[in-house]
């Protein structure tokens, strides 16, 4: 049995925050530069037969070993000593092999394991809060100072202890597990995972399933979603399709294939194409206050609920705004692609000024007319967005752009080049993100990312992440030699 390495990315949900728990409307998903790694080899210690270990060296009391049963029935038991538990990993090794088990055959499984296996997990710093560890090597709160942290640095704490920074940690780690165990176990080939394949699907359907168990309850699974296909239009599965699996008892024999199957229509998810136009960038900022997701949730759709004709209204308008936002990002991809030099001249004379002057130059050579009303449109749109999102928040009583993240982002989205921003997901104080323009020929000092970063270093609350979109396509198989620290930090053989 060779090493099998899947990463999978990060999530932001830039616009459809509450609205894609309903299958009625979607979400703008963006997938993150940052990802989440699971390495999986053969245990190094012969006398490991039948047994993971699961190891996360980032963190301290981090290590798990569980010691599997095939037959007659399967049982994926947490040995006496694990110090802690992890049940993201626990039902994700569970399902995963069960799944395995049923169709590749208990004799399959049982030669895959007979050795024992070694399981290292790890993400990518920007998952968690680097703050102390800055604070530590005396260094500023910028970019620059993120890429002289060691990849996969060890937090030193624990994972009770560490600062999320709510790029959907769970919903990757669980994704990469599930993935590269259905790979290890020859239940999808590494193939599966770069095309739409039906071994794709299976992963994703056995991801939702897994991340849904392990948290309890059923989200509208963007962040898993993302991390399987990367960056798109979202919208969210029936959750009736997990009902029979999430009621009966997860010990009692179970059939996962006839569920989970990518051929089971009940999963009527939309996973609709999306990039951020070229020249653009996301920034993302972890604000250091943090929100309760399932807090803000319960309460916007009990206000929901109880003020339907109110709410429907409100929800159609923000949808009709997520839509068109959407649908101006890929027009503006589509004037890069009529003329590259045209568009990147006109990206660098938007990064020089402020959104309120994009429109205000009667000189505009014609060709660039059309990109600089759709760079204007997009930042309006983003504008509305936010203000109905508040609308939703002072109706419902939640703080989803409370008024410190108002201040923050109104002084953002009206720095020269910022195209717009907002709280991602549920908003709230846990971070915001900016689009902004990225050109690629002018000095540091025009380039909105350095304004952004100025602005911010003013901000004692906010830490720049250095996630930003992914061009990947959500999970990937690896080279383990490719991943720059991963062997070395990790101390892999
Ligand atoms: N590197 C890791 N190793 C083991 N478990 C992890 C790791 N990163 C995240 N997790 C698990 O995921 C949980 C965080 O999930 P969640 O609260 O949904 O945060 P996020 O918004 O980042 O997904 C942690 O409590 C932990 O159980
Ligand atoms: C409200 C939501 O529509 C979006 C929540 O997005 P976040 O990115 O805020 O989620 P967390 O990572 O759990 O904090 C709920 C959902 O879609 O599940």
């Known amino acids: 049995m060779s090493t099998t390495v899947v990463s999978s990315p990060g999530k932001v949900l830039v616009a459809g925050g509450y609205l894609v728990l309903d299958p009625a409307y979607s979400g703008i998903v963006v997938s993150t530069s940052s990802r989440f790694y699971t390495i999986i080899q053969p245990a190094a210690a012969p006398s490991h037969a039948n047994q993971i270990q699961v190891l996360s060296p980032q963190f301290t009391q981090a290590s798990w070993r569980y010691d599997v049963t095939v037959e007659p029935k399967l049982s994926v038991v947490p040995n006496q000593e694990n110090s802690s538990k992890n049940k993201f990993v626990h039902q994700a090794l569970e399902s995963a092999i069960l799944l395995a088990t049923e169709m590749k055959g208990s004799s399959s499984v049982l030669s895959a394991l007979a050795a024992g296996l070694d399981i290292t997990i790890a993400g990518d710093n920007d998952f968690y809060s680097q703050r102390a560890k800055l604070a530590e090597l005396k260094l500023p709160r910028n970019l620059e100072s993120l890429t002289k942290i060691p990849p996969f640095a060890p937090t030193g704490g624990s994972l009770a202890q560490v600062h999320k920074t709510g790029l959907g940690s769970s919903a990757a780690l669980i994704t990469s597990l599930v993935s590269a165990l259905l790979v290890h176990f020859s239940v999808i080939s590494s193939a599966d995972l770069s095309e739409d394949s039906e071994g794709r699907h299976l992963a994703h359907n056995l991801a939702q399933y897994v991340h849904c168990l392990a948290q309890g309850k059923v989200g509208s699974g963007f962040d898993v979603a993302a991390a399987v296909f990367g960056s798109h239009l979202y919208t969210r599965f029936d959750p009736s399709v997990l009902e029979d699996l999430m009621t009966g008892d997860t010990t009692s024999p179970r059939t996962l294939f006839p569920t989970l199957s990518p051929k089971n229509r009940a999963w009527n998810h939309k996973i609709r194409p999306f990039a951020l136009p070229p020249l653009t960038r996301i920034m993302l900022a972890d604000v250091d206050a943090g929100s309760d997701t399932p807090s803000l949730v319960g309460k916007v759709l009990k206000w929901r609920k109880e003020n339907d004709a109110e709410a429907h209204a409100l929800w159609t308008s923000i949808d009709q705004l997520n839509q068109s936002l959407a649908s101006i990002l890929t027009r503006i991809s589509e004037l890069h692609d009529r003329d590259p030099a045209v568009y990147s001249a006109a990206v660098k004379y938007l990064s020089s000024l402020q959104p309120v002057q994009w429109m205000a130059n009667p000189w505009t050579p014609p060709e660039e007319e059309d990109i600089m009303t759709a760079f204007y449109d997009a930042h309006q749109t983003s504008e509305a967005i936010r203000a109905k999102m508040r609308e939703m928040g002072r109706l419902s009583g939640v703080p989803i752009e409370p008024s410190e993240q108002t201040k923050l982002l109104d002084e953002c989205v009206r720095q020269a080049g910022v195209i717009g921003g907002g709280v991602p997901g549920a908003g709230g104080f846990d971070a915001i993100w900016l ?55 990790l101390h892999l053989s």
């Open 435 to 489: 689009l902004v323009c990225d050109p690629v020929d002018c000095s540091p000092d025009q380039r909105p990312t350095e304004r952004i970063e100025y602005v911010w270093s003013h901000y004692e609350s906010v830490s720049p992440l250095m996630a930003v979109e992914s061009k990947a396509k959500g999970s990937r198989t690896e080279n383990i030699d490719d991943i720059m620290g991963l062997k070395d930090t």
